[in-house]
């Protein structure tokens, strides 16, 4: 094992450390409990926002605390669920007075943790509702989860009700949107190299020198299958099939397109797989409206990618298009 790290024990502290040291301007770091806070929060009159969840997924989840998006997140240990009173904490901090928002991906740890941090915060007489991602169309159970895993669509979903947020809407509403969102939303994923957790310090599993995961999960757990290495047109088009076809999705919708790195997978080819994807869907009359492309939900440092599509009505799409300034994503400001 290869890694820039001093001790494996320490590494998330010590990462959290130098981030919220880099984006001091933006955010703060607080310890026992561990979690990310806007640099302003709370905000008077507005509903809170709290995510969170295994650390190795960076920028996800604490790269999203900001303007226009969260206003805090939980970090767990790497690939491990925060902890109730990570979460109960976090939503006292955020709170002004609105409630508070929890988006949650559905891994049965971060469900269940989040569910008691809820209940806390209601016996102190602090509304707060709860969004859960389920849009990873690979498997319907997978190792960590009771249905389907969260995975890219939690990031549409920060933004769009970080936005929503922003502009004054109440708990019920995002509650409602961020629903929405999750219904609309669909991932898939494929791994090329496996990723090595610090502590563990070998690969989480093993794939040939021509194999890769169809399917894979953002902890490594199994995919679809394996199958052998293919170019990218080809695992561009198994991803986009799988995910077209499962909500569906029908000739002049719009979408938010989203073609996320694992970790591991250079600009270079993510574009590559951005420019496949977009062929294919000029292909069904489906127009992307708007995109990403780049890490933003990883793996440490698997190589691969994944796909996510949303598809966004006027709403949708007007409040991605609000400004938003966080470590991560940054734009209108």
Known sequence: MKKLINDSRDAVRESLAGFAAAHADLLKLHINPTYVVRADAPISGKVGIVSGGGSGHEPMHAGFVGRGMLDAACPGEIFTSPTPDQMEA?????HGGAGVLHIVKNYTGDIMNFEMAA????????EVQAVVIDDDVAVQNSLYTAGRRGVGTTVLAEK???AAAARGCDLARLAALGRKVNGNGRSMGVALSPCTVPAAGK????????EIEMGIGIHGEPGRRRMPLAPARDLAAHMAEAILSDLPFHAGDRVIAMVNGMGGTPLLELYLVYRELDEILRGRQIAIARRLVGNYIT?????GCSITLLRADDEMLSLWDDPVLTPALRWGI
Do not use: K, N, R
């Open 160 to 162: 769009i009700c970080g």
């Open 203 to 210: 690969p989480g599993f093993t794939l040939g020198e021509d």
């Open 299 to 303: 793996s440490l440092e698997m190589a």
């Open 119 to 126: 209940e806390l915060c209601a016996a102190a007489g602090i």
């Open 90 to 94: 976090a939503t006292v901090a955020v």
